[in-house]
Nanobody, 115 residues
């Protein structure tokens, strides 16, 4: 079974930065497109950034220019560098494959942006 372990969240002031990590095990990580998703309490989970197996990236409009997704296939880890954070970025952040259903999610990592 694929396991996903997110980390790096926390409390940060508006304008601050965080770097999220997601360690993936139990699968051939390098062949999968990966994404970072977020879920605000009471709302549906939404994708914020994706990276293909070849390293091509895409972002939703509200994070473009602020967030950067990357991956390290040797470490089977995907990252999300989050800069210029806003209160509306507050959510639980998850990683998972894109276009493939691994059947489970990690515990997520809470990001809270507040002064």
């Amino acid at each position: 079974q694929v396991q996903l372990v997110e980390s790096g969240g926390g409390l940060v002031q508006p304008g601050g930065s965080l770097r999220l990590s997601c360690a993936v095990s139990g699968t051939m990580f390098r062949i999968y497109a990966m994404g970072w998703y977020r879920q605000v309490s009471g709302k549906q989970r939404e994708v914020v950034a994706t990276i293909s197996s070849a390293g091509n990236t895409n972002y939703v409009d509200f994070v473009k220019g602020r967030f950067t997704i990357s991956r390290d296939n040797a470490k089977t880890t995907v990252y999300l560098q989050m800069n210029s954070l806003k209160p509306e970025d507050t959510a639980v952040y998850y990683c998972n494959a894109v276009g493939t259903d691994w059947g489970n999610w990690g515990q997520g990592t809470q990001v809270t942006v507040s002064s």
